[in-house]
Each structure stands twice: as structure tokens, then as C-alpha cells.
């Protein structure tokens, strides 16, 4: 079982934008976000080469552009709680282990494993508590502003590349700091040796994200936000449960070691 490093919720700024762009899913970005696809007739080597020349030089200009500007403002709260799992249901507990502060009610599979979230848990008959780990980033909202200023201004390649590109670096420092978590768990040591590999979830747990497929819930992002209390990094919360700024994301950290992706059919 690992240790937290400490209980509560921590705040960290001025992350390096180098150290974020590291974890950047080139794939997402340039075939996903940016829409640089392999054309009719064109061979696999000349699209890699395409991609390691051209697509590279206009991802390296847009990070200079984000840095001297500082329209990436990257920024993380996260924290480590004791839990329990009731059933379908997760509970975290206040710093005492004993006293319930929030619970998390998860969808389980109707067939297949029927696996649910809670099921990586110790138990409610559980002696000691498990812990639980959450984190919410955020690139800060001078991207999304100044992506809508590009898009009515009619300059829609210029609006793609920066919507893109604050999207995905939000993405990346998720994976950044899912690694610090695993880091400070102590769990690391059984990532895989490229951070490509990362991106497979070459490393022990998961990291489920609310309005996804094992939690898709976005209501639940309320008991996070009670947790966390992401205000302090400039994140709200919409009336539908949508982050804001859009570059953000936030998710519950798992370690057990059986913990991955799995998906539950909409009823």
C-alpha cells in the first residue's frame, strides 16, 4: 500500500512550459487537433518526414509564441485523502480517516467484469484506509482568450493551432503530474521506460477523468472541487459541470496496480 506524502491539497505554479511540452501527445495534436493527416497516395515516410519538419517548426513557433507572450500559465492543485470503497460507492475522508467528507457514487459494468471504480479500494471493513490521490491543471485562460480573439478575426488556421495546442499542453501537464504523483507514491519505478509508452498506460493505476466512460458523472467534478478547492488556481465550475478555462482538466488518481480503462454502456 503507498503512503501519501501528506493529506490535503497542495497548490504549484510556474511549472516550466519545456518541462509540460515534454509529455505533449504529438499524435492527438497534429492528427487529432490540428488535422495534419496522412494524404491519398502519400508514403509513410514522406508524412513522417512532413511531420518531423514542417509540423515540428510550427509546433516549436507557437511554444515560443505562448512563452514570450505567457499565454500558458501552467497551473496544478492537487492532494492525497484517505478512502474506503461501500459498495459501488467511494467515501474520502477527512485527515482523521474516520470522518466522511465527500462520496462518490460510480456506475459498475452490467457485464463483462462488471468492474466499477470503487472496486480498487479497500473496503469499509478495512482496518487502515486507502488513499485516494485527485489533481486538477490548468494552461490559464490567456490561451482560450486570445484563441477566441484569432477565430473573430477570421484567422481560423492561426485559432486551430493555439485551441489545439493549449488543449493538448493541459493534457500533457495531466501526465505530467499523474508521473509526480506515481513519483511521490512511490510507485513509479513501474512506468515504462518512454514517455510514448506513457501515453498506453505504461504505468501502474489509472487516471480517470470525470465525464468519461468509468465516471461519467460531470455532478461529481462538485465533491472534487470541495476536496481541492481549485478556485485558487483560477478554475470554476459552470451550471452544466463544465471546467473554466477550457484548458483544464482534473481527474481521480488510482494506484491499484489491476486499475485501467474500461467502459460502461449508456443505458
Same mark, same amino acid.
Given at each position: 500500500?503507498?503512503?501519501?506524502?501528506?493529506?490535503?491539497?497542495?497548490?504549484?505554479?510556474?511549472?516550466?512550459?519545456?518541462?509540460?511540452?515534454? #509529455?505533449?501527445?504529438?499524435?492527438?495534436?497534429?492528427? /487529432?487537433?490540428?488535422? #495534419?493527416?496522412?494524404?491519398?497516395?502519400?508514403?509513410?515516410?514522406?508524412?513522417?518526414?512532413?511531420?518531423?519538419?514542417?509540423?515540428? /517548426?510550427?509546433?516549436?513557433?507557437?511554444?515560443?509564441?505562448?512563452?514570450?507572450?505567457?499565454?500558458?500559465?501552467?497551473?496544478?492543485?492537487?492532494?492525497?485523502?484517505?478512502?474506503?470503497?461501500?459498495?459501488?460507492?467511494?467515501?474520502?475522508?477527512?485527515?482523521?480517516?474516520?470522518?466522511?467528507?465527500?462520496?462518490?457514487?460510480?456506475?459498475?459494468?452490467?457485464?463483462?467484469?462488471?468492474?466499477?471504480?470503487?472496486?480498487?479500494?479497500?473496503?469499509?471493513?478495512?482496518?487502515?484506509?486507502?488513499?485516494?490521490?485527485?489533481?486538477?491543471?490548468?494552461?490559464?485562460?490567456?490561451?482560450?482568450?486570445?484563441? /477566441?480573439?484569432?477565430? !473573430?478575426?477570421?484567422?481560423? +488556421?492561426?485559432?486551430?493551432?493555439?485551441?489545439?495546442?493549449?488543449?493538448?499542453?493541459?493534457?500533457?501537464?495531466?501526465?505530467?503530474?499523474?508521473?509526480?504523483?506515481?513519483? !511521490?507514491?512511490?510507485?513509479?519505478?513501474?512506468?515504462?521506460? +518512454?514517455?510514448?509508452?506513457?501515453?498506453?498506460?505504461?504505468?501502474? /493505476?489509472?487516471? #480517470?477523468?470525470?465525464?468519461?466512460?468509468?465516471?461519467?458523472?460531470? !455532478?461529481?467534478?462538485?465533491?472534487?472541487?470541495?476536496?481541492?478547492?481549485?478556485?485558487?488556481?483560477?478554475?470554476?465550475?459552470?451550471?452544466?459541470?463544465?471546467?473554466?478555462?477550457?484548458?483544464? +482538466?482534473?481527474?481521480?488518481?488510482?494506484?491499484?496496480?489491476?486499475?485501467?480503462?474500461?467502459?460502461?454502456?449508456?443505458?
Amino acid at each position: 500500500m503507498p503512503v501519501a506524502p501528506f493529506l490535503g491539497s497542495r497548490v504549484v505554479k510556474g511549472i516550466p512550459i519545456p518541462e509540460v511540452a515534454r #509529455y505533449l501527445n504529438r499524435v492527438a495534436l497534429f492528427r /487529432g487537433r490540428w488535422q #495534419y493527416r496522412r494524404r491519398k497516395g502519400q508514403s509513410l515516410e514522406d508524412y513522417q518526414a512532413f511531420l518531423d519538419g514542417e509540423v515540428e /517548426g510550427v509546433l516549436r513557433s507557437w511554444v515560443a509564441r505562448c512563452v514570450e507572450e505567457q499565454l500558458l500559465v501552467p497551473a496544478v492543485v492537487y492532494g492525497y485523502f484517505p478512502a474506503r470503497s461501500d459498495g459501488d460507492d467511494l467515501i474520502v475522508y477527512h485527515e482523521d480517516g474516520r470522518t466522511e467528507w465527500v462520496r462518490f457514487k460510480f456506475p459498475r459494468q452490467p457485464t463483462e467484469r462488471r468492474l466499477c471504480i470503487a472496486d480498487f479500494f479497500r473496503p469499509v471493513s478495512s482496518d487502515e484506509p486507502d488513499v485516494s490521490a485527485f489533481h486538477l491543471v490548468t494552461m490559464g485562460p490567456r490561451v482560450g482568450e486570445e484563441a /477566441g480573439r484569432l477565430f !473573430e478575426r477570421d484567422r481560423y +488556421t492561426d485559432y486551430l493551432h493555439l485551441h489545439g495546442l493549449g488543449v493538448e499542453m493541459a493534457e500533457a501537464l495531466a501526465e505530467l503530474w499523474h508521473r509526480r504523483i506515481r513519483e !511521490e507514491l512511490g510507485i513509479a519505478g513501474e512506468d515504462a521506460p +518512454t514517455i510514448e509508452a506513457l501515453f498506453d498506460q505504461g504505468y501502474r /493505476g489509472c487516471r #480517470y477523468s470525470f465525464g468519461y466512460p468509468a465516471c461519467p458523472n460531470l !455532478e461529481d467534478q462538485r465533491q472534487l472541487f470541495e476536496l481541492i478547492r481549485p478556485e485558487r488556481i483560477g478554475v470554476s465550475l459552470t451550471e452544466e459541470f463544465q471546467l473554466v478555462p477550457e484548458q483544464s +482538466t482534473s481527474a481521480i488518481i488510482v494506484h491499484h496496480p489491476e486499475a485501467r480503462y474500461f467502459t460502461i454502456p449508456k443505458v
